[in-house]
């Protein structure tokens, strides 16, 4: 992913990672961005949470 962000291509991507097709690489790709999005709404929900209640 991070390279995807660096602005590499997902086709040299997918010669790096010796994938025979390029949408193998595109599945791996698109499911790191789910799993970003995903963190970062149980990182907001955490956030919003406290152990006690504010007054």
Do not use: C, N
């Amino acid at each position: 992913m991070k390279l995807l962000q660096s602005g590499v291509d997902l086709l040299t991507i997918q010669a790096w990672l010796g994938h025979a097709q390029v949408a193998t690489t595109h599945r791996y790709a698109a499911a790191d961005v789910e799993m970003m999005h995903r963190t970062r709404e149980v990182g907001s929900r955490r956030r919003s949470w406290r152990p006690f209640p504010t007054k």
